[in-house]
Nanobody
Framework: QVQLVESGGGLVQPGGSLRLSCAAS????????VGWYRQAPGKERELVAR??????DYADSVKGRFTISRDIAKNTVHLQMNSLQREDTAVYYC?????????WGQGTQVTVSS
């Protein structure tokens, strides 16, 4: 069983920035994919950003504002979120996919409000 733990969520004003972090009990380097998803109230969970072997994907709504990165030495995955908008308010989940299966963190709340 792989455990993922997110941190870094909170309340931020529109136009502000936050950085989310995800730590795992399994090496991210061995994962097929690692990424961030989000779920807003009343909506389905959606992909925000993802790293797979040789590729990085972003949702159209966050391109140019969000950056996903992987710190191999610290075994963490980050999501740098800039120019945050009210529409970015959601619970953000870290996801990792290994040979053993697909794993999720417990989620961290991001609220963009003035």
């Amino acid at each position: 069983q792989v455990q993922l733990v997110e941190s870094g969520g909170g309340l931020v004003q529109p136009g502000g920035s936050l950085r989310l972090s995800c730590a795992a009990s399994q090496r991210f380097l061995t994962a097929y994919a690692v990424g961030w998803y989000r779920q807003a109230p009343g909506k389905e969970r959606e992909l925000v950003a993802r790293i797979t072997s040789g590729a990085t994907d972003y949702a159209d709504s966050v391109k140019g504002r969000f950056t996903i990165s992987r710190d191999i030495a610290k075994n963490t995955v980050h999501l740098q979120m800039n120019s945050l908008q009210r529409e970015d308010t959601a619970v953000y989940y870290c996801n990792g996919r290994w040979m053993a299966g697909d794993y999720w963190g417990q989620g961290t709340q991001v609220t963009v409000s003035s």
